[in-house]
């Protein structure tokens, strides 16, 4: 089972800081996913998070045109970690 960039730039509702929360959905969402995964894991299924993860210093010129430091999900922010816990035993793909 692989997991798609559950990351809190996508999921957490406290992204919206002091505003309104705007992705409850996503927040919702990724609590479901996880716990398919945990469960799945029981049963003896491979589970696997990916993570994206934005670095400048590995984009090309031309790439780094189109991108922010403090874009989505760049490298080192709060933003690029994990909504959700991983299950134990699974893996982490950055």
């Known amino acids: 089972m692989v997991l798609i960039d559950f990351q809190n730039d996508f999921c957490s509702p406290d992204i919206a800081g002091d505003g309104p929360p705007t992705n409850t959905s996503n927040a919702a969402a990724a609590l ?26 590995r984009l090309t010129e031309r790439q780094r045109r189109w991108e922010r430091a403090d874009g989505l999900c760049a490298a080192g922010s709060w933003g690029a970690e994990l909504f959700i816990p991983p299950v134990p035993g699974s893996d982490v793909i950055v």
């Open 32 to 57: 479901r996913a996880n716990e398919f995964a945990r469960k799945a894991a029981e049963l003896g299924a491979r589970v696997v998070y990916t993570q994206q993860v934005l670095d400048l210093d």
